[in-house]
């Protein structure tokens, strides 16, 4: 089994980062090592713009970033519940949860650099069939190719509990 120390999981609020959130916990309950979730949102700055220059009240901001960080939190919440229904209790791992504002692909990077991520687990929704898909990587595609760590990729069907 793959051991990583650090482990990055960018989270979007799909099913299928659920499920990237579920490979996560499973393995650092498996290796002892800490997770990074990493929700990224490119308007956030500007939103936080915005309000700074209609008042110096950045409570607007504020709120949304706790409600993202409330919403990672619950999906964290309900994976450890989800497991101890299927007969696999995980242990509390060391986690940490970061929203960011900018180019997700561009913040998972940094992160990955900046935090010495071992492993990143990641969700993909799948290109498509559309013309487009074909010949454009998707982000995750993007990740896969220039991340310096390996890169475990999470498929739209979920993943089932890890088993030896």
């Not at 998972?108 to 991520?117: F, G, N, R």
């Amino acid at each position: 089994m793959y051991l990583a120390n650090t482990i990055l999981v960018p989270v979007d609020f799909s099913e299928t980062a659920k499920a990237a959130i579920s490979v996560a916990l499973q393995m650092a309950d498996r290796s002892g090592g800490r997770v990074i979730f990493l929700h990224v949102d490119k308007s956030l700055k500007k939103e936080m713009n915005q309000v700074l220059e209609r008042t110096i009240d950045t409570d607007v901001v504020t709120d949304d970033i706790a409600q993202r960080e409330a919403a990672v939190r619950a999906a964290i919440a309900g994976e450890y519940v989800r497991a101890k229904e299927a007969g696999f209790e995980l242990k509390h791992t060391d986690h940490q949860i970061r929203i960011s504002h900018g180019d997700w692909l561009d913040v998972a990077l940094q992160m990955v650099e900046d935090e010495k991520v071992q492993l990143v687990v990641s969700a993909t929704h799948g290109g498509g069939d559309s013309l487009i898909s074909k010949f454009l990587p998707s982000l995750t595609e993007r990740l896969v190719h220039n991340a310096p760590c390996s890169v475990f990729v999470v498929k739209a069907e979920g993943f089932p509990y890890l088993t030896d």
